[in-house]
């Protein structure tokens, strides 16, 4: 799947089967991410590249250090980075995509967050004082309001903008009139 630092052979594949199911953890990887019912919450500091890049996207709110690194240096190492590319593809724009995927560069903090990449960028010494904050405010939040809006977050992009305000509309008032955020 990824680049062996030991510079062992990769194993030989008989068949495009057999590859396929090796690579379906990591799609059910990305899938339970995106399904879970709760915000992932993830925290970079230091190099996120391949499948460290791809995790801090398909997680809903990343905060990275100043210093962090992001790559995606798969075809540098003679890797299809579909899989990879797959993680992003509904987080970033396409010209990002393509770029961290063609560049293969490693990009800043600064310029991951304006890709989308991550939400927050902090000093490096205030990591865990930024992640305190998002979890004491998810801690606070009634636990319906926090489903709905991941619900929300993971089903409107699909739809047209009309569609999304009604789902937005039909919630808004199932929950808020519901016994947990009434009281």
């Not at 998002?134 to 319906?144: E, G, I, Q, T």
């Amino acid at each position: 799947m990824g680049r062996d630092n030991a510079g062992r052979k990769a194993r030989d594949v008989e068949d495009a089967l057999e590859a396929r199911e090796r690579s379906e953890v990591v799609f059910n990887f990305y899938g339970a991410f995106r399904r879970s019912k709760i915000p992932v919450v993830c925290v970079v500091q230091g190099r996120a590249l391949g499948f460290g890049c791809a995790i801090t996207s398909v997680c809903d709110i990343t905060i990275a250090s100043e210093t962090s690194t992001f790559a995606l240096p798969e075809m540098g190492h003679n890797i299809m980075p579909t899989m990879a590319m797959s993680s992003l593809i509904d987080r970033l724009g396409r010209k990002a995509v393509l770029y961290l995927t063609y560049s293969t560069e490693e990009i800043d903090a600064t310029t991951a967050l304006s890709y989308g990449l991550v939400s927050r960028v902090v000093p490096d010494n205030g990591l865990e004082k930024q992640l305190a904050l998002v979890c004491n405010a998810l801690d606070k939040a009634p636990l319906a309001a926090i489903k709905s809006v991941k619900e929300y977050a993971t089903n409107a992009l699909t739809m047209s903008v009309e569609q999304a305000s009604d789902f937005a509309r039909n919630m808004h008032s199932a929950v808020n009139t519901s016994k947990e955020m009434r009281g």
